[in-house]
């Protein structure tokens, strides 16, 4: 039995009662084999036994009351994946469906993610099985609170620096972040995403949805296209998918789909953004208000988006959303590119549906890493107590996408792979990290 598949063995036997953790793993693990064989130093320092085992998890209880006096517990968690070229970076989420394996396989996507940026972050993520939706702001702030009353003592600017994710926008990371400035008497660079009045960064509320854009604009560039024209479907309409419509509206598409937990809405003359930030991001409301802006668009119960003609699908909801009947809609309706707004979207049968088919795919480790890497940018400019201009943090998140299709296109290249974007972001992602685990010795 080779390395990588003893590993995975040991990983699988371990985790069994994990799937999307050993989902993450197996992907990674099987693409990094031809690369692993080559370099032999990593199996004798036992890279990949230390790499998908996490430094730390932390699980805690979160108590906290609702508005009626009741009393609830929530389970809280941290986990802390790896810190070798940076301190832990990566976010907090907030959804009923959390456990301590959907925080893993969040955590160690986000160590090569966080690698991939180029920025000096390493990876962790966390979370609770806390749900916010219908629950007032006084509710939201009572659960923030005791959140933190138990996270701030295994979290700092130099040692691990949470960020937004489902379920954490503004207004959750402000009672966080106000909570922490109070226990620990200091104000700190120890959450990102924060509010523009106290050390936000421009662009990080556009980040993760502008970053998928301009890194399909690279795929499309790589295969001498233009997005001008072309037809996008969308699933989502959290922050990530709003704001990869904005930008691909901007650069010449038209988004047709959006989506949310009930159903999905379909709109031939294109999506209408602003109607959709006011359902979503003012109102808080489910799509099937869009029919009241826009009478001719279609609603529908379920899912159902993949089954929409494009020539560009963005998955931006939740993990596992588009799975291999989905996939082979999509390649029988003629799509061209595939890449990935959420964390891990596709299922691992869907991703070889579009590689064995030959259709461009971006993983969501380089495709969705333009959030993060604006988080990075924000604790730079915390740190210098500087503000930069939107166009100044624009330029450089663009910068960054477009590095990581150069470096994951190559690394694919180099070893073999062609034009394939999952091996070469696995492989680009991993190589800076295990040096750096090399040269720190066995920690």
Not at 1 to 17: F, G, I, P, R
Not at 187 to 200: D, F, I, N, W
Not at 369 to 384: D, F, H, R, T
């Amino acid at each position: 039995m080779s390395y990588v598949s003893n590993v995975l063995e040991q990983v699988k036997e371990k985790n069994a009662d994990q799937p999307q953790f050993i989902q993450a793993v197996t992907e990674v693990l099987t693409t990094l084999e031809p690369f692993i064989e080559k370099n032999p130093q990593y199996e004798a320092a036992g890279i990949l036994e230390r790499l998908t085992e996490p430094e730390r998890q932390i699980i805690f209880r979160v108590p906290w009351v609702d508005d009626n006096g009741k009393v609830h517990v929530n389970r809280g968690f941290r986990v802390q994946f790896n810190s070798a070229i940076g301190p832990y970076k990566g976010g907090l989420r907030l959804h009923p469906s959390v456990n301590l394996g959907i925080i893993k396989f969040l955590g160690f996507e986000q160590i090569l993610k966080n690698s991939l940026t180029g920025l000096p972050i390493g990876g962790g993520k966390g979370g609770s099985d806390f749900d916010p939706k219908g629950k007032s702001d006084r509710e939201i702030m009572a659960f923030c609170q005791s959140f933190m009353t138990e996270l701030f003592r295994h979290i700092g600017p130099d040692t691990d620096v949470p960020a937004g994710d489902i379920g954490v926008g503004g207004r959750e990371i402000g009672y966080l972040y106000g909570q922490y400035k109070r226990i620990r008497n200091a104000y700190e660079s120890v959450l990102t995403g924060k509010g523009l009045t106290y050390g936000g960064s421009l662009v990080r509320t556009e980040a993760t949805g502008y970053g998928l854009l301009y890194f399909v604009n690279a795929m499309l560039r790589h295969l001498g296209e233009t997005i001008q024209g072309k037809t996008v479907v969308i699933s989502g309409a959290g922050n990530v998918a709003i704001y990869a419509a904005v930008k691909a509206t901007q650069l010449g598409a038209k988004v047709v789909t959006m989506s949310d937990s009930n159903g999905w809405v379909y709109d031939a003359e294109g999506i209408d953004i602003a109607a959709i930030k006011e359902i979503k991001e003012a109102n808080r409301q489910r799509l099937t208000e869009y029919k009241k802006y826009r009478p001719n668009s279609e609603y529908h119960e379920g899912k159902g988006v993949w089954s929409v003609p494009c020539d560009i699908a963005l998955p931006c909801a939740t993990q596992n959303e588009l799975d291999q009947a989905d996939a082979e809609m999509l390649v029988k309706n003629g799509v061209m590119l595939v890449a990935e707004g959420a964390n891990m979207p596709s299922t691992l049968e869907a991703t070889d549906v579009f590689l064995k088919n030959k259709i461009p795919f971006g993983p969501a480790k380089a495709a969705n890493a333009g959030g993060v890497a604006i988080s990075a940018i924000e604790m730079s400019q915390n740190s210098l107590r500087l503000s930069w201009t939107f166009e100044d943090v624009d330029a450089r998140l663009q910068d960054i996408m477009e590095n990581i299709h150069k470096n994951a296109t190559a690394a694919a290249e180099e070893y073999g792979f062609g034009y394939n974007l999952v091996a070469g972001a696995n492989i680009a992602g991993f190589k800076k990290v295990a040096d750096t685990m090399l040269a720190q010795g066995i920690v």
